[in-house]
């Protein structure tokens, strides 16, 4: 596998952060490696929001042509 494209996104929490990645850049999640770098920081009382989850999804591009990814031994 050969990683193509990725985005790096922020978002309330990592949830937030994958979907609104997913939705840039129109895949499904089967489709990407997601990494996260951050995650989300809760403020004061509690409260979220304080310091946002950033992950970064990156495409994945099978490399099928020059091989299979599963030898199958």
Known sequence: ???KKSVEI??????EA???????????RSKVKIEILT???KGLFGMPGAK???V??????DSTK????????
Do not use: D, F
Request: overall charge positive; proline content about 5%; cysteine-free.
């Open 1 to 3: 596998m050969t990683v």
């Open 39 to 41: 995650e989300e920081a």
């Open 10 to 15: 922020e978002g309330k929490n990592v949830e």
């Open 56 to 61: 970064r999804v990156s495409v994945i591009r």
């Open 66 to 73: 020059g091989g299979t990814a599963h030898s199958g031994k």
């Open 18 to 28: 994958i979907k609104k990645a997913l939705q840039q850049l129109q895949l499904p």
């Open 52 to 54: 946002p989850a950033m």
